[in-house]
């Protein structure tokens, strides 16, 4: 689930953004989300794939944390970190 989704000032406003995704951000100067938490979950899925194509990796897009685990419960080591 998609918390919130900001657009840093470095944005040049080149538009991609708002071309592919013109429910979550409008682009004039700068680009800016005008989008809520139902246009968020709509677009879940491509979201992040908009912000990695901001050509300044100006879009921050966050994501709810997953249920953490059970308290007390300790993370098995992986294959890689045993020697
Ligand atoms: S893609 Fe990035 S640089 Fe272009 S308008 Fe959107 S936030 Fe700004």
Do not use: K
């Not at 809520?36 to 709509?42: C, T």
């Not at 990796?57 to 970190?81: F, H, T, Y």
């Amino acid at each position: 689930m998609i918390r919130a989704v900001r657009v840093l000032p470095s944005c040049i406003g080149c538009g991609v953004c708002a071309y592919l995704c013109p429910d979550v951000f409008r682009c004039g100067r700068r680009a800016r989300v005008v989008g809520g938490p139902e246009d968020f979950a709509a677009w879940e899925p491509t979201l992040p794939e908009i912000a990695d194509l901001c050509p300044v990796l100006a879009i921050e897009v966050d994501r709810a944390r997953p249920r953490s685990r059970a308290r007390g419960a300790r993370p098995r080591a992986s294959r890689a970190s045993r020697s």
